[in-house]
């Protein structure tokens, strides 16, 4: 049997049997040492901004809004610069569930390869690189991330953290691992074609991100 | 071009090779300026790589343990794990699993493993059809291509490939459709494969890291093809080796640090994702099953030998992409699924020494690869192992053996080999006065053919440093 091949082979190489009860739990009991980069470690208003630089510097469009309340309206403002139609698919996130569309033509549920617009919220912003996490389950269907052509991602200013570790603490205290982690940085994009960077591959071309403040 | 031959032939095909040249003078410096901007953004950066080591080397130490611990997980999530000792094991797993939900059409995220097991010839010899959905990839399958590199697979390729290849094989396309900018290039296949993705019955990625702590793999791409490829179909298929486990979610987050900035010069690629298991109750989409087919294809041979640090590659192509060798030939001509300096030590363990044994000569020991890679494996030192190991097999070619043998004779009589060089260098001096330079030498035709010998100015080393202690009066 393979496992007990492979398993063997490795003890040969290391000059040893399999570990002792005692030696398993002080290896399952090792904390990770963490380095992280001192850049993203200030307080929210630079946290903020250093996230909104990095989406940008990695061809991500930001927009900030003052509240929940006003969300509807920058969005219908950013797809009509965009020369989009005002309809969009939303993830069924209590937070979105709960907002105001206005005029808007909005779908919640999973996005459909059709859909040319989608809704997603953010369960976390990562300052350190601009990145935001999209863990799955049943009100953040992973599709919405990658099929639309453009992506609007909703993130509360307060939910900006200094670093991958923090957003993984922050997971980690909900419960269990989710099936799907995304940790995403920019839209979309290729250099295989003469190493030259070409945006919009197989995910979406653009991502907008909206900063709301005053929403904990 | 393919390799075919042996590597000398292949070098020098690739040299005479003006398409491959262009594709290499065009790429080669965004890779290292790009790096270097990033690490130069990232005061940290040394710190993360020590540490990078630090996590690896400890998980090659336990390695039975987080394997274990691995598989644990990934079951307890819902997830199957096949254990395939070699090759051959993880194609059979593939197929039995392909077979069982009974998929006609797999799409495939990049995964170097399933190179190094040839999968898609397999799978296409099965009734299956494989469709490689990263964009280098997917013309290289267009083209009957292996992939020159292991992050830039179609490094190789110009635009005019691109689009006499797409021509050729999207036969739908009206005659007088354009592919004037790469934006042509990209979109067309991001709608082909589009169609691909929806109809798959089953997708393979590979795993840039296994988390023992969880069960998950992660992946990271820019395109998000690999996203797609875990996401839509039914079945997720992970292929990959043993040695891509690590203990934590904190040691994936160093290690991630270090990738992307190594591989592409980017922060962060577009894309990192971990999955761990089958879809769950409540959630709207994802894979029914999940499966992790476990390599292990020698790399367990490779604990408690010379060749031990090899196992903490996390396959950034920053050796490559640094590398004076591989700038001059490409990847093809190293005749293995890893090329560069990684692969001049990865792939006669794979092959065995006799197969590959011009692979861990091509280097000229600059040091480069070591310098900047991101676990700090001694490439140039592991490349020296397999060579005593080639010469010990009498694998070396006669001719450089009585050449070693005719400097052995002279390095172990000091006094004759200061002798014997010193009247060397002054008579080469003497000789190449007049232009500097020779462009002919006997026993030197190898070099002499590409390019001209310095003529020594003056005195060797040893001379020189006498004469000047005797001066200081020491």
Not at chain 2, 28 to 35: A, D, L, M, Y
Not at chain 2, 213 to 229: K, W
Not at chain 2, 356 to 384: H, Q, Y
């Amino acid at each position: 049997m393979s496992r007990e091949a492979i398993l063997g082979a490795v003890r040969r190489g290391l000059k040893r049997g399999a570990l002792s009860e005692g030696e398993r739990a002080m290896l399952a009991a090792r904390v990770a040492r963490r380095i992280v980069p001192a850049r993203g470690q200030l307080e929210l208003a630079g946290r903020v901004a250093l996230f909104a630089e990095y989406v940008e510097r990695e061809f991500g469009t930001v927009a900030q809004v003052a509240g929940l309340g006003d969300v509807a309206g920058a969005i219908a403002d950013y797809l009509k610069g965009q020369g989009l139609p005002p309809a969009l698919a939303v993830s069924p996130h209590p937070l979105l569930l709960g907002l105001n569309f206005g005029g808007l033509a909005v779908r919640f549920g999973t996005a459909l390869p059709s859909d040319a617009v989608c809704l997603t919220e953010a369960f976390a912003g990562i300052a350190e690189t601009g990145t935001l996490m999209l863990p799955s389950g049943p009100m953040r269907p992973t599709s919405n991330n990658l099929l639309p052509d453009n992506a609007l991602v909703l993130v509360r200013a307060e939910r900006i953290l200094a670093s991958y570790e923090d957003a993984f603490d922050l997971l980690r205290a909900e419960g269990a691992m989710p099936r799907n982690v995304m940790l995403i940085t920019g839209p979309s994009r290729s250099a295989d074609i003469e190493q030259t960077l070409e945006l919009g591959a197989h995910g979406p071309r653009r991502l907008h991100v909206l900063i709301v403040h005053g929403a904990a | 071009m393919q390799s075919g031959g042996g590597f000398s032939e292949n070098a020098a095909r690739a040299m005479a090779d003006a398409g491959l040249q262009k594709a290499i003078a065009k790429a080669r410096p965004h890779f290292v300026q790009r790096r270097q901007a990033a690490v130069d953004r990232l005061p940290e950066f040394e710190a993360l790589r020590e540490a990078g080591r630090e996590i690896k080397d400890h998980t090659i130490a336990n390695l039975d343990f987080y394997l274990e611990t691995y598989a644990a997980a990934v079951e307890a999530s819902g997830g199957v794990v096949h254990w395939c000792a070699t090759a051959e094991d993880a194609r059979q797993a593939v197929l039995g699993i392909c077979r069982k939900v009974g998929a006609k059409t797999v799409t495939k995220g990049k995964s170097m493993v399933s190179e190094e097991i040839g999968l898609n010839r397999f799978l296409a010899a099965h009734a299956i059809t494989p469709v490689e959905t990263d964009l280098g990839e997917y013309i290289l399958q267009l083209r009957d291509e292996a992939p020159s590199h292991i992050i830039a697979p179609a490094f190789h390729l110009n635009r005019d490939a691109w689009e006499e290849s797409f021509r050729a094989a999207h036969t739908d396309l009206p005659v007088d459709r354009v592919f004037r900018e790469r934006r042509d290039i990209l979109t067309e296949a991001r709608g082909k494969l589009r169609e691909k993705f929806l109809a798959a019955d089953v997708g393979i990625t590979g795993a840039n890291f296994l988390i023992a702590e969880t069960g998950s793999s992660v992946i990271v791409t820019n395109e998000g093809n690999g996203d797609l490829t875990q996401t839509l179909p039914r079945v997720h298929i992970v292929v990959t080796g043993i040695e891509k486990v690590v203990p934590t979610v904190e040691d994936t987050l160093t290690l991630l640090r270090l990738l992307a900035r190594s591989a592409t010069g980017q922060e962060m690629s577009v894309y990192t994702t971990f999955s761990t298991g089958a879809r769950r109750v409540g959630d709207p989409d994802g894979p029914e099953e999940y499966h992790v087919v476990l390599l292990d294809n020698g790399r367990s041979g490779m604990v408690g030998t010379e060749f031990q640090d090899m196992l903490r590659c996390i396959r950034c192509a920053a050796c490559m992409n640094h590398c004076p060798v591989y700038g001059a030939i490409g990847g093809h001509a190293y005749g293995s699924v890893y090329p560069g300096p990684m692969g001049a030590v990865l792939t006669p363990m794979l092959q065995g020494i006799e197969a590959a044994a011009a692979l861990p000569n091509a280097s000229t020991f600059c040091g480069k690869c070591e310098s900047v890679c991101p676990v700090k494996i001694p490439l140039p030192n592991l490349m020296r192992h397999w060579r005593e190991r080639e010469f010990e097999r009498h694998l070396t070619p006669a001719a450089m053996r009585y050449g070693l043998g005719v400097w052995a004779f002279f390095a172990r009589r000091p006094a004759l080999y200061r002798l014997a060089t010193r009247g060397a260098a002054l008579a080469l001096g003497v000789l190449g006065r007049s232009r500097g330079r020779f462009g002919w030498l006997p026993f030197a035709g190898a070099w002499t053919r590409t390019r001209d010998f310095p003529a020594p100015e003056g005195d060797t080393f040893f001379a020189q440093y006498a004469a000047r202690r005797k001066e200081q009066g020491l």
